[in-house]
């Protein structure tokens, strides 16, 4: 008995015309190093302009938005194929308690860049003496 593989041959037929809303992510990666948190998030075609970065209640919220360029131009073009990405893309990531007066975002080359502070550990314990 043969089994199908598991990248399917049909996904390739599929891919063209119904993009799964993985492709439509802004891809990035987090970690942690040195009492901070890291992301690095790819947002081509976006200006700084476009983006957007707030922090509350522990949630990073990462807003990318562009509009379409209509105009009396494109009202006389037949577009065979348009790809170019529009519309509004938002991710959000929980990190815990941030020092929100302390993150840092900068943006080159379509890569957004943003170092979050974490907020130093308050220890609550207290120790009981027993009687």
């Known amino acids: 008995m043969d089994l199908i593989p598991r ?4 996904d390739d037929v ?8 993985r492709e439509q992510n802004m891809k990035c990666d987090i970690y942690e190093k040195d009492g901070n948190y890291h992301i ?3 947002i081509p075609g976006f200006s700084k302009n476009d983006i957007s970065v707030e922090a509350k ?3 990073l919220t990462i807003t990318a938005s562009k509009n379409s360029e209509n105009n009396e131009e494109d009202e006389n073009k ?11 893309y938002e991710r959000s990531f929980y990190l815990g308690d941030l020092d929100q007066d302390k993150i ?16 130093a550990e308050v220890d609550n314990r207290k ?5």
């Open 104 to 119: 840092d975002a900068t943006f080159n080359d379509g890569c957004l860049k943003i170092t979050v502070p974490k907020k």
């Open 127 to 131: 120790v009981i003496e027993i009687k």
């Open 40 to 42: 690095e998030m790819d």
């Open 78 to 88: 037949n577009y065979i194929r348009r790809e170019r990405v529009y519309g509004k």
């Open 14 to 21: 599929f891919d063209d015309f119904l993009p799964t809303k």
């Open 7 to 10: 990248k399917f041959y049909l």
């Open 57 to 59: 209640d522990g949630y």
